[in-house]
């Protein structure tokens, strides 16, 4: 249903910010529940963000008052802006997204769209 691309991982310093970007296709990007997850080495996949068509928001609670997802269905993007960074937060972040909060939250490759994945590597 959608095509999603990550951009804006990197390297950053112990309490810096990095901004990530999410830019979809597809035809019904408004009505989609879209988050996104992060996975470390060794760690299991970890919703961090999720905003809903609505744009409620929820985080998880490593990075709520540090993380800020938002929408803009008119360009199709998602972003998450991440400040004060810390080295636990080093990971692959995947955009996702689902018509249903249900599947999204699975968390798993077959269930809802996802991206390649961008790396952000905080260093200590």
């Known amino acids: 249903q959608v095509h999603l691309v990550e951009s804006g991982g990197g390297l950053v310093q112990s309490g810096g910010s990095l901004r990530l970007s999410c830019a979809a296709s597809?035809?019904?990007?408004?009505?989609?529940?879209m988050g996104w997850y992060r996975q470390a080495p060794g760690k299991e996949r970890e919703l961090v963000a999720h905003?809903?068509?609505?744009?409620?928001?929820t985080y998880a609670d490593s990075v709520k008052r540090r993380f800020t997802i938002s929408r803009d269905n008119a360009k199709k993007m998602v972003y998450l802006q991440m400040n004060r960074l810390k080295p636990e937060d080093t990971a692959v972040y995947y955009c996702?997204?689902?018509?249903?909060?249900?599947?999204?939250?699975?968390?798993?490759?077959?269930?809802?769209?996802w991206g390649r994945g961008t790396q952000v590597t905080v260093s200590s």
């Open positions: 996702t997204g689902a018509q249903m909060f249900a599947t999204l939250k699975v968390g798993r490759d077959g269930y809802g769209s």
């Open positions: 597809g035809n019904s990007f408004a009505d989609y529940h």
């Open positions: 905003i809903n068509p609505s744009h409620m928001t």
